[in-house]
Protein backbone atom coordinates (compact mmCIF):
# COMPACT_ATOMS: atom_id res chain seq x y z
CA UNK A 1 0.00 0.00 0.00
CA UNK A 2 1.03 3.42 -0.36
CA UNK A 3 2.57 5.82 2.73
CA UNK A 4 3.08 8.93 2.55
CA UNK A 5 5.85 10.24 5.38
CA UNK A 6 6.67 13.97 6.49
CA UNK A 7 8.89 14.96 9.04
CA UNK A 8 9.58 16.80 11.49
CA UNK A 9 5.79 17.20 12.71
CA UNK A 10 7.13 20.21 14.74
CA UNK A 11 9.89 22.31 14.28
CA UNK A 12 10.97 25.97 16.43
CA UNK A 13 13.62 27.59 13.91
CA UNK A 14 15.49 31.12 14.76
CA UNK A 15 15.08 34.06 11.94
CA UNK A 16 17.09 33.64 9.41
CA UNK A 17 18.39 30.03 10.13
CA UNK A 18 18.13 27.43 7.24
CA UNK A 19 15.06 24.99 6.71
CA UNK A 20 14.89 21.76 5.38
CA UNK A 21 11.27 19.56 5.22
CA UNK A 22 11.58 16.64 4.04
CA UNK A 23 8.86 14.35 2.65
CA UNK A 24 8.87 10.30 0.83
CA UNK A 25 6.60 8.47 -1.05
CA UNK A 26 6.35 4.29 -0.60
CA UNK A 27 4.35 2.40 -3.26
CA UNK A 28 3.37 3.90 -6.38
CA UNK A 29 5.92 5.66 -9.23
CA UNK A 30 5.69 8.99 -10.90
CA UNK A 31 3.16 10.41 -8.30
CA UNK A 32 2.83 13.99 -8.68
CA UNK A 33 4.07 16.16 -5.57
CA UNK A 34 2.88 19.15 -3.55
CA UNK A 35 3.87 21.55 -1.19
CA UNK A 36 1.13 23.26 0.28
CA UNK A 37 1.08 25.91 3.51
CA UNK A 38 -2.56 26.18 5.71
CA UNK A 39 -1.71 29.13 7.58
CA UNK A 40 -3.94 29.54 10.77
CA UNK A 41 -8.04 30.37 10.30
CA UNK A 42 -7.07 29.84 6.34
CA UNK A 43 -6.87 27.67 3.07
CA UNK A 44 -4.39 25.76 1.61
CA UNK A 45 -2.04 27.55 -0.22
CA UNK A 46 0.12 25.61 -3.04
CA UNK A 47 3.55 26.54 -3.14
CA UNK A 48 5.10 24.05 -5.15
CA UNK A 49 3.92 21.08 -7.26
CA UNK A 50 6.27 17.93 -9.39
CA UNK A 51 5.33 16.20 -11.91
CA UNK A 52 8.80 14.29 -12.39
CA UNK A 53 12.66 14.46 -11.23
CA UNK A 54 13.76 17.84 -10.79
CA UNK A 55 10.99 19.37 -12.18
CA UNK A 56 9.66 22.34 -9.95
CA UNK A 57 6.87 24.45 -10.97
CA UNK A 58 6.58 27.37 -8.04
CA UNK A 59 3.48 28.85 -7.54
CA UNK A 60 4.01 32.26 -5.40
CA UNK A 61 7.50 34.11 -5.30
CA UNK A 62 8.86 33.60 -1.60
CA UNK A 63 11.70 33.07 0.18
CA UNK A 64 11.15 29.19 -0.13
CA UNK A 65 12.27 26.34 -2.64
CA UNK A 66 11.56 22.81 -3.41
CA UNK A 67 13.32 20.23 -5.12
CA UNK A 68 12.66 16.77 -6.25
CA UNK A 69 16.12 14.86 -6.23
CA UNK A 70 14.69 11.01 -6.56
CA UNK A 71 10.84 9.94 -7.67
CA UNK A 72 9.76 9.72 -4.59
CA UNK A 73 11.25 12.33 -2.83
CA UNK A 74 10.37 15.89 -2.20
CA UNK A 75 12.08 18.51 0.41
CA UNK A 76 11.07 21.86 0.96
CA UNK A 77 13.68 24.48 1.71
CA UNK A 78 15.16 28.05 2.55
CA UNK A 79 17.70 29.43 3.29
CA UNK A 80 17.04 31.82 5.81
CA UNK A 81 14.01 31.56 7.40
CA UNK A 82 11.59 34.96 8.14
CA UNK A 83 8.59 35.34 10.64
CA UNK A 84 6.39 35.66 8.41
CA UNK A 85 7.46 31.65 7.27
CA UNK A 86 5.38 30.28 10.58
CA UNK A 87 2.68 28.18 9.15
CA UNK A 88 1.48 24.40 8.45
CA UNK A 89 3.21 23.07 5.81
CA UNK A 90 1.75 19.70 4.00
CA UNK A 91 2.76 17.40 1.31
CA UNK A 92 0.67 15.46 -0.63
CA UNK A 93 0.97 12.72 -4.05
CA UNK A 94 -1.18 11.98 -6.54
CA UNK A 95 -1.03 9.62 -9.36
CA UNK A 96 -2.95 11.09 -11.90
CA UNK A 97 -5.66 13.91 -12.79
CA UNK A 98 -8.26 12.17 -11.37
CA UNK A 99 -7.11 10.35 -8.52
CA UNK A 100 -7.53 11.57 -4.87
CA UNK A 101 -4.44 13.07 -3.26
CA UNK A 102 -2.67 11.64 -0.13
CA UNK A 103 -1.44 13.81 2.54
CA UNK A 104 1.43 13.88 4.73
CA UNK A 105 0.55 14.87 8.22
CA UNK A 106 1.85 18.11 8.24
CA UNK A 107 5.04 19.79 9.73
CA UNK A 108 3.95 22.75 12.11
CA UNK A 109 6.50 25.28 11.63
CA UNK A 110 7.11 28.47 14.29
CA UNK A 111 9.65 30.86 13.44
CA UNK A 112 11.17 32.90 16.37
CA UNK B 1 -4.96 30.24 -14.23
CA UNK B 2 -6.52 27.66 -12.59
CA UNK B 3 -8.46 28.58 -9.19
CA UNK B 4 -11.41 27.58 -6.64
CA UNK B 5 -13.31 30.07 -4.65
CA UNK B 6 -15.74 28.97 -1.78
CA UNK B 7 -18.18 30.15 0.24
CA UNK B 8 -16.65 32.60 3.20
CA UNK B 9 -17.16 30.44 6.66
CA UNK B 10 -17.72 30.11 9.25
CA UNK B 11 -20.83 28.58 8.83
CA UNK B 12 -22.70 27.53 12.04
CA UNK B 13 -26.59 25.56 11.59
CA UNK B 14 -28.84 22.85 13.98
CA UNK B 15 -28.48 19.67 13.82
CA UNK B 16 -30.96 18.19 10.83
CA UNK B 17 -30.52 21.36 8.93
CA UNK B 18 -30.17 21.84 4.94
CA UNK B 19 -26.24 22.57 4.47
CA UNK B 20 -25.17 23.95 1.10
CA UNK B 21 -21.45 25.13 0.65
CA UNK B 22 -21.12 27.56 -2.79
CA UNK B 23 -17.68 26.74 -4.68
CA UNK B 24 -17.57 28.47 -8.03
CA UNK B 25 -13.85 27.14 -10.48
CA UNK B 26 -11.98 28.81 -13.00
CA UNK B 27 -9.92 26.12 -15.04
CA UNK B 28 -8.07 25.31 -18.29
CA UNK B 29 -9.45 22.70 -20.07
CA UNK B 30 -11.88 19.60 -18.02
CA UNK B 31 -10.51 19.65 -14.31
CA UNK B 32 -11.63 17.03 -11.86
CA UNK B 33 -13.15 18.36 -8.78
CA UNK B 34 -12.93 17.21 -5.41
CA UNK B 35 -14.19 17.73 -1.81
CA UNK B 36 -11.96 17.15 1.11
CA UNK B 37 -12.44 17.37 4.68
CA UNK B 38 -10.48 17.85 7.62
CA UNK B 39 -11.96 16.88 10.92
CA UNK B 40 -10.59 18.86 14.02
CA UNK B 41 -7.30 17.41 14.81
CA UNK B 42 -6.97 15.19 11.67
CA UNK B 43 -5.12 15.37 8.51
CA UNK B 44 -7.22 16.43 5.12
CA UNK B 45 -9.75 13.34 3.50
CA UNK B 46 -11.17 12.94 0.42
CA UNK B 47 -14.72 13.47 0.72
CA UNK B 48 -16.04 12.95 -2.91
CA UNK B 49 -15.26 13.68 -6.60
CA UNK B 50 -16.64 14.17 -10.03
CA UNK B 51 -14.59 14.02 -13.28
CA UNK B 52 -16.58 15.02 -15.83
CA UNK B 53 -19.45 17.19 -16.42
CA UNK B 54 -22.78 16.44 -15.17
CA UNK B 55 -21.10 13.78 -12.98
CA UNK B 56 -22.38 13.63 -9.23
CA UNK B 57 -20.28 12.73 -6.64
CA UNK B 58 -21.44 11.41 -3.00
CA UNK B 59 -20.23 10.16 0.07
CA UNK B 60 -21.51 10.01 3.59
CA UNK B 61 -24.73 12.09 2.48
CA UNK B 62 -23.05 14.49 1.21
CA UNK B 63 -23.48 15.02 -2.54
CA UNK B 64 -22.09 17.55 -5.33
CA UNK B 65 -22.86 17.95 -9.37
CA UNK B 66 -20.13 19.09 -11.55
CA UNK B 67 -21.64 21.94 -13.50
CA UNK B 68 -19.43 23.33 -16.21
CA UNK B 69 -22.26 25.80 -17.19
CA UNK B 70 -22.03 27.37 -14.05
CA UNK B 71 -18.67 26.27 -13.45
CA UNK B 72 -19.77 25.26 -10.05
CA UNK B 73 -19.29 22.11 -7.87
CA UNK B 74 -21.84 23.32 -4.28
CA UNK B 75 -21.52 20.69 -1.73
CA UNK B 76 -25.21 19.65 0.06
CA UNK B 77 -26.47 17.74 2.70
CA UNK B 78 -30.05 16.52 3.46
CA UNK B 79 -29.88 16.71 7.03
CA UNK B 80 -26.21 17.41 8.55
CA UNK B 81 -25.04 15.77 12.28
CA UNK B 82 -23.12 17.17 14.99
CA UNK B 83 -20.50 15.07 13.35
CA UNK B 84 -20.30 16.84 10.30
CA UNK B 85 -18.71 19.69 12.13
CA UNK B 86 -15.05 20.37 10.49
CA UNK B 87 -13.07 22.40 7.58
CA UNK B 88 -14.44 21.74 3.69
CA UNK B 89 -12.11 22.27 0.68
CA UNK B 90 -13.40 22.01 -2.47
CA UNK B 91 -10.25 21.30 -5.01
CA UNK B 92 -9.56 21.17 -8.87
CA UNK B 93 -7.15 19.12 -10.53
CA UNK B 94 -5.89 20.73 -13.63
CA UNK B 95 -3.46 18.83 -16.54
CA UNK B 96 -0.53 19.03 -13.37
CA UNK B 97 -1.71 21.33 -10.14
CA UNK B 98 -4.11 20.36 -7.58
CA UNK B 99 -5.55 23.61 -6.41
CA UNK B 100 -7.53 24.32 -3.11
CA UNK B 101 -10.08 26.87 -2.29
CA UNK B 102 -9.92 28.39 1.22
CA UNK B 103 -11.89 26.16 3.00
CA UNK B 104 -15.21 26.61 4.85
CA UNK B 105 -15.25 25.75 8.54
CA UNK B 106 -18.79 24.14 9.31
CA UNK B 107 -20.22 23.57 13.06
CA UNK B 108 -23.02 21.88 13.74
CA UNK B 109 -24.84 22.52 16.78
CA UNK B 110 -27.16 19.82 18.25
Known amino acids: ?84 DSGFYL ?14 QGTRLTVV | GDSVTQMEGPVTLSEEAFLTINCTYTATGYPSLFWYVQYPGEGLQLLLKATKADDKGSNKGFEATYRKETTSFHLEKGSVQVSDSAVYFCALQGAQKLVFGQGTRLTINP
Open chain 1, 1 to 84: SQTIHQWPATLVQPVGSPLSLECTVEGTSNPNLYWYRQAAGRGLQLLFYSVGIGQISSEVPQNLSASRPQDRQFILSSKKLLLS
Open chain 1, 91 to 104: CAWSVHKAGEAFFG
